[in-house]
């Protein structure tokens, strides 16, 4: 009988707790210039489409925000150090961060990780370094403090300042790890395949970025592709490493940061773009070129490839103070006067022209519709092209070939949990379309490309978690999770019970379940009972276990997942992190499903996941709730702060369902396989699903996808707990597979204004 999933609306109450975190893929340290020669500066400022070096002596004086211009990284680095350094301003922020610090959850947890979950930064200890070391400039001072959050590698905490949203410095040669074959081992490092098509459009968007390098004589065709020997005078893997070590952040696991460090895909609006990793892509305008030892035809050749700068604010400028006065200075128009909302591009464009072709079904109509066909940067063959299903910040495929017999093998890019702005109703739509038509193909096997997914609304992590766990984990939701018992913590929370018509904000009992899944009442005090984690020889005080709240004003499910876990795998890079993370934990820890990610180093272990927390959010977020509490003057309470900056923290952890007062951020969840790249997976995703679904599905091969060396931590517990649960599940027919639907009837627009979403 066909089953349907009914979902008339959600309604969330609970605040948004952060809007966006930028992703952080500049450099960690100040980076040299390279040694082994390479143009000057004079030989870059004489290049015809290079921004000229300004007469006047104020470095910024021509460095103004000027659409599609290119600066020589130099002349961006020269504008960023001529602000004066400013003790006032150092010791506002590093006041402000100390306190919004004292919020999180996990300061006592990076003191010390182990691999590969490796954290050891002391932030109290760096911060009492920052507040007493001697800077030239302003800059030096916002970059120390940058690094120190980067060396986290966590993406939910950062430290961003109008230095690290001011410019932009790329090559468009990114690097890839690539082997000989599929299942072989045999990486090597290669400047991307299709290189050359990333300048092409590099070139449309930035005026004859071509001409700059041809007239240098960097043959361009010839780099595309090429295998790299040695860059900047080191091996190219320990120069890989050394950029995921210092510059990449984000990601804890080193392996991961590898993969960051190199080119890679994501879905931008409706467009699949590629990303540049953050070898060829700098935050900060630090390293003015790159040597390469390429292997050619006729032998080895040295090429030495300079970054540009484009600026990425949009406030014009024309002087040093002008500079620092439009980007940096407080306006006093927010108690913080936040930036968190700018975006750190991977990639300066999203234009790449090569697209396949495919019916969409179901097509909706909104100002977020799905595109009539896939835009994507691939060199596809149409022999190869998988059919489309629909989907704008989701799309859904089907293989044309799958090569595994009897089955029909469905791929779903979900790339965020972040809709475009508006475009909530849109991503719902377009899930419960997807599946239909996954239904209508008569899909068998799924695989979720989690490529890149850096999370966003936990309301929509749920609702995935609900398709792909089905009614016996209606209850759970999400995972328990705890905030850290601070004094100003504690004090929001008085204010929310005293005065329970106020906004919930961050603290407020209505945001939250008790860990048995009953709502909380109004004047609940969460910290009156407080729960103590140890670790690294410090108890962290906390509040009792909650669960978000995500009232159900009518769900129907299946009392199965839309596929048994064996018929789905986890597909991805061990970026998805977040509310991905959350999504993945769940359904992985719960019922076990099967993960995969591609790796250069196939035969280390890799995290399928990065970054989990519960709840992050930011300094503005937290200025906002001081607001509201009236509690703005409290002496717990941080200054206002007077430069456009931004701290980014881990608000409220999730803890694991199988180890006790154990967070899951830090539990170790290696992928069950790896495998590495060749040249055609690199250049089209989709072989690479076909690939995955023949070695996990087809009974006849055996599988030359590597085995985890590790194993995933509580997993067991995990498998033993939900046996008799989803027994049921594993055992599912194909034809009852191939009948499950889901429909959504939601209206357009009145879901999103149901709902206030909780970001993390």
């Given at each position: 009988?066909?089953?349907?999933?009914?979902?008339?609306?959600?309604?969330?109450?609970?605040?948004?707790s952060?809007a966006?975190?930028?992703?952080?893929?500049?450099?960690?340290?100040?980076?040299?210039?390279?040694?082994?020669?390479?143009?000057?500066?004079q030989?870059?400022?004489s290049?015809?489409?290079?921004?000229?070096?300004?007469?006047?002596?104020?470095?910024?004086?021509?460095?103004?925000?000027?659409?599609?211009t290119?600066?020589?990284?130099?002349?961006a680095?020269?504008?960023?150090?001529?602000?004066?350094?400013d003790?006032?301003?150092?010791q506002?922020?590093l006041?402000?961060?100390?306190k919004?610090?004292?919020?999180?959850?996990?300061?006592?947890?990076?003191?010390?990780?182990?691999?590969p979950?490796?954290?050891?930064?002391?932030?109290?200890?760096?911060?009492?370094?920052?507040?007493?070391a001697?800077?030239s400039?302003?800059?030096d001072?916002?970059?120390d403090l940058?690094s120190?959050?980067?060396?986290?590698n966590?993406?939910?905490?950062?430290?961003?300042s109008?230095?690290?949203?001011?410019?932009?410095?790329?090559?468009?040669?990114?690097?890839?790890?690539?082997?000989?074959?599929?299942?072989?081992?045999?990486?090597?490092?290669?400047?991307?395949?299709?290189?050359?098509?990333?300048?092409?459009?590099?070139?449309?968007?930035?005026?004859?970025?071509?001409?700059?390098?041809?007239?240098?004589?960097?043959?361009?065709?010839?780099?595309?592709g090429?295998?790299?020997?040695?860059?900047d005078?080191?091996?190219?893997?320990?120069?890989?490493?050394y950029?995921?070590?210092n510059?990449?952040?984000t990601?804890?696991?080193?392996?991961?940061?590898?993969?960051a460090?190199?080119?890679?895909?994501?879905?931008?609006?409706?467009?699949?773009?590629?990303?540049?990793?953050?070898?060829?892509?700098?935050?900060?305008?630090?390293?003015d070129n790159?040597t390469?030892q390429?292997?050619?035809?006729?032998?080895?050749k040295?090429?030495?490839?300079?970054y540009?700068?484009?600026?990425?604010?949009?406030?014009?400028?024309a002087?040093t103070?002008?500079?620092?006065?439009?980007?940096?200075?407080?306006?006093?128009?927010?108690a913080?006067?936040?930036?968190?909302?700018?975006?750190?591009?991977?990639?300066?464009?999203s234009?790449?022209?090569?697209?396949?072709?495919?019916?969409?079904k179901?097509q909706?109509?909104?100002?977020?519709?799905?595109?009539?066909?896939?835009?994507?940067?691939?060199?596809?063959d149409?022999?190869?092209?998988?059919?489309?299903?629909?989907?704008?910040?989701?799309q859904?495929?089907?293989l044309?070939?799958?090569?595994?017999?009897?089955?029909?093998?469905?791929v779903?890019f979900?790339?965020?949990?972040e809709?475009?702005?508006?475009?909530?109703?849109?991503?719902?739509?377009?899930?419960?379309?997807?599946?239909?038509?996954?239904?209508?193909?008569?899909?068998?096997?799924?695989?979720?490309?989690?490529?890149?997914?850096?999370?966003?609304?936990?309301?929509?992590?749920?609702v995935?978690q609900?398709?792909?766990?089905?009614t016996?984990?209606?209850?759970?939701?999400?995972?328990e999770?705890?905030?850290?018992?601070?004094?100003?913590?504690?004090?929001?929370?008085?204010?929310?019970?005293?005065?329970p018509?106020?906004?919930?904000?961050?603290y407020g009992?209505?945001?939250?379940?008790?860990?048995?899944?009953?709502?909380?009442?109004?004047?609940?005090n969460?910290?009156?009972?407080?729960?103590?984690?140890?670790?690294?020889g410090q108890t962290l005080?906390?509040?009792?276990?909650?669960?978000?709240?995500?009232?159900?004003?009518?769900?129907s499910?299946?009392?199965?997942?839309?596929?048994?876990?064996?018929?789905?795998?986890?597909?991805?890079?061990?970026?998805?992190?977040?509310?991905?993370?959350?999504?993945?934990?769940?359904?992985?820890?719960?019922?076990?499903?099967?993960?995969v990610?591609?790796?250069?180093?196939?035969?280390?272990s890799?995290?399928?996941?990065?970054?989990e927390?519960?709840?992050?959010?930011?300094?503005?977020?937290?200025y906002?709730?001081?607001?509201?509490?009236?509690?703005?003057?409290?002496?717990?309470?941080?200054?206002?702060?007077?430069?456009?900056?931004?701290?980014?923290?881990?608000?409220?952890?999730?803890?694991?369902?199988?180890v006790?007062e154990?967070?899951?951020?830090?539990?170790?969840?290696p992928?069950?396989?790896t495998?590495?790249?060749?040249?055609?997976?690199?250049?089209?995703?989709?072989?690479?699903?076909?690939?995955?679904a023949?070695?996990?599905?087809?009974?006849s091969?055996?599988?030359?996808?590597?085995?985890?060396?590790?194993?995933?931590?509580g997993?067991s517990?995990?498998?033993s707990?939900?046996?008799?649960?989803?027994g049921?599940n594993?055992?599912?027919s194909g034809?009852?597979k191939?009948?499950?639907?889901?429909?959504?009837?939601v209206?357009?627009?009145?879901f999103?204004?149901g709902?206030?979403?909780?970001?993390?």
């Amino acid at each position: 009988m066909l089953m349907y999933l009914t979902l008339l609306w959600l309604e969330v109450l609970a605040s948004t707790s952060e809007a966006r975190h930028p992703f952080r893929h500049g450099p960690g340290v100040l980076y040299p210039d390279s040694g082994l020669g390479g143009p000057s500066l004079q030989v870059l400022e004489s290049l015809p489409d290079v921004q000229k070096r300004q007469v006047s002596s104020d470095p910024c004086a021509t460095l103004a925000s000027t659409n599609n211009t290119l600066f020589t990284v130099a002349q961006a680095r020269a504008c960023l150090k001529s602000v004066p350094f400013d003790d006032v301003v150092r010791q506002n922020v590093l006041d402000v961060v100390q306190k919004i610090y004292n919020l999180d959850i996990f300061e006592y947890e990076q003191l010390n990780q182990s691999l590969p979950l490796n954290q050891s930064t002391n932030i109290r200890a760096e911060l009492s370094r920052i507040g007493n070391a001697t800077y030239s400039c302003d800059y030096d001072f916002n970059r120390d403090l940058y690094s120190v959050f980067n060396s986290l590698n966590d993406g939910h905490h950062y430290y961003s300042s109008c230095y690290s949203n001011a410019f932009i410095s790329f090559t468009p040669f990114p690097l890839v790890a690539l082997a000989s074959s599929l299942g072989a081992n045999d990486t090597k490092i290669y400047i991307a395949p299709g290189s050359n098509n990333i300048a092409a459009q590099y070139n449309i968007y930035f005026e004859n970025i071509l001409d700059l390098y041809e007239t240098q004589g960097i043959n361009i065709t010839e780099l595309s592709g090429a295998e790299v020997q040695m860059i900047d005078g080191m091996e190219p893997m320990a120069f890989i490493d050394y950029i995921a070590n210092n510059e990449t952040g984000t990601y804890p696991d080193i392996q991961v940061r590898r993969n960051a460090a190199m080119a890679s895909y994501t879905l931008v609006g409706s467009t699949i773009t590629r990303t540049l990793g953050s070898v060829a892509q700098q935050t900060f305008p630090e390293r003015d070129n790159i040597t390469f030892q390429i292997s050619t035809e006729s032998g080895s050749k040295q090429v030495v490839v300079p970054y540009f700068a484009r600026a990425i604010s949009d406030k014009s400028y024309a002087s040093t103070s002008t500079f620092f006065q439009e980007n940096c200075l407080s306006t006093g128009s927010t108690a913080s006067d936040s930036k968190e909302d700018v975006a750190h591009a991977r990639n300066p464009t999203s234009i790449f022209p090569h697209s396949i072709n495919g019916p969409i079904k179901r097509q909706t109509s909104s100002a977020c519709e799905a595109p009539s066909s896939p835009y994507l940067p691939l060199l596809i063959d149409s022999s190869d092209s998988a059919q489309y299903l629909g989907g704008r910040n989701v799309q859904f495929f089907v293989l044309s070939k799958s090569s595994v017999e009897n089955e029909i093998v469905g791929v779903i890019f979900l790339a965020t949990f972040e809709p475009d702005e508006g475009c909530t109703s849109q991503f719902l739509e377009d899930t419960s379309l997807g599946f239909q038509n996954f239904t209508e193909a008569g899909v068998t096997k799924v695989i979720i490309d989690t490529t890149q997914n850096g999370g966003g609304s936990v309301t929509l992590n749920i609702v995935w978690q609900s398709i792909f766990s089905g009614t016996p984990y209606q209850e759970y939701l999400n995972f328990e999770g705890v905030l850290r018992a601070a004094p100003l913590a504690e004090k929001f929370l008085n204010y929310h019970i005293q005065n329970p018509q106020a906004d919930a904000g961050l603290y407020g009992p209505l945001n939250f379940r008790a860990a048995n899944g009953n709502d909380l009442l109004s004047n609940f005090n969460y910290f009156s009972v407080q729960g103590n984690i140890v670790e690294n020889g410090q108890t962290l005080k906390t509040s009792q276990p909650l669960r978000d709240v995500l009232y159900q004003n009518y769900l129907s499910r299946s009392s199965s997942p839309v596929y048994s876990p064996a018929d789905v795998a986890i597909y991805g890079d061990g970026t998805c992190g977040s509310a991905c993370a959350s999504f993945t934990s769940f359904i992985t820890q719960y019922l076990n499903y099967t993960t995969v990610v591609q790796t250069g180093t196939p035969n280390s272990s890799i995290e399928f996941q990065s970054f989990e927390a519960g709840q992050a959010t930011t300094s503005s977020a937290i200025y906002l709730e001081l607001n509201n509490t009236l509690l703005t003057n409290d002496t717990d309470s941080p200054p206002p702060l007077l430069v456009q900056s931004t701290v980014g923290i881990a608000l409220r952890g999730h803890l694991s369902p199988f180890v006790p007062e154990q967070f899951l951020q830090y539990i170790s969840r290696p992928a069950n396989y790896t495998f590495a790249h060749t040249v055609e997976t690199y250049n089209n995703p989709f072989k690479a699903h076909a690939y995955i679904a023949t070695q996990i599905w087809a009974s006849s091969n055996s599988s030359s996808l590597t085995p985890s060396v590790g194993t995933v931590s509580g997993s067991s517990g995990g498998n033993s707990s939900t046996t008799s649960s989803s027994g049921n599940n594993s055992n599912q027919s194909g034809a009852d597979k191939k009948a499950l639907g889901l429909l959504w009837v939601v209206g357009s627009g009145a879901f999103a204004l149901g709902m206030t979403f909780l970001v993390f």
